[in-house]
Each structure stands twice: as structure tokens, then as C-alpha cells.
């Protein structure tokens, strides 16, 4: 997951939200200093996705929203490189649950 500057986001909630009614939810995944995430989503379905910051998600309705980034998962499959972005200025503009800057990690002091 990456902000709209192409900046990773760490810290982040993400969902597959499933698009059948018969299909359970798996867990929210968090995402690591570098962005990434991985998720364990029952298959086959088809998933679209909801970040959630300190337990709030929120939807946009910017075309980059991870609601609209659409992925189906055969039983077994690993799919790789679903790139998400985190829209903090349009979340700021929707609630006051947003991130106030890109969340990262603290970086580290290379000891040579």
C-alpha cells in the first residue's frame, strides 16, 4: 500500500470485503513499514477492499478507492501485487478519524 505520492503506508487495516453473501469474511491484515499486507480470504470468491484507520473505514468516491480494485481468488491461488492506495486527504475530508499524515515507521540509524 502506498499514499498518493507513492510513500509505503505502515500500520494501515485491510479487509477483503467478499461480493457474495454466502462467503466469510477473513481477517483484517496490517499493513508492514514497507506497505505490504497479506491476507487470508476464503476461495473461490471475488473480494474488493476496505482500510480501516484505528478501526474506521472509510469509502471514497475517488476511482483510486481500494472499494473499487477488484480481485477473485481461486481455492489455493496466491495473488501478488494488488497495489492499494490510501486517499488520507479524501478520508480527512470525510471524518476526522484519519490519518494526519502518511503513517511509516520510524527510521532506523544504519550503525556501520
Known amino acids: 500500500m502506498r499514499d498518493t505520492d507513492g510513500m509505503p503506508v505502515a500500520g494501515i487495516g485491510v479487509r477483503g470485503i467478499p461480493g457474495g453473501k454466502d462467503v466469510t469474511w477473513g481477517p483484517v491484515a496490517v499493513t508492514a513499514c514497507d506497505g505490504s499486507f497479506r491476507l487470508s480470504l476464503p ?5 474488493t477492499f476496505l482500510l480501516l484507520w484505528h ?7 475517488d476511482p483510486r478507492d481500494p472499494s473499487r ?6 481455492p ?3 495473488i501478488k501485487g494488488v497495489d492499494l492506495a490510501l486517499l488520507a486527504r479524501e478520508w ?6 484519519a490519518p494526519a499524515a502518511t ?3 520510524p527510521r532506523q540509524e544504519s550503525r556501520l
Do not use: H, N, Q
Open 43 to 47: 476461495a473461490p470468491a471475488s473480494y
Open 55 to 61: 478501526g474506521t473505514g472509510v469509502i471514497t468516491p
Open 69 to 74: 480494485t477488484s480481485v477473485t481468488v481461486a
Open 76 to 78: 489455493g491461488a496466491v
Open 92 to 97: 480527512r475530508d470525510i471524518t476526522a478519524s
Open 103 to 105: 503513517p511509516s515507521c
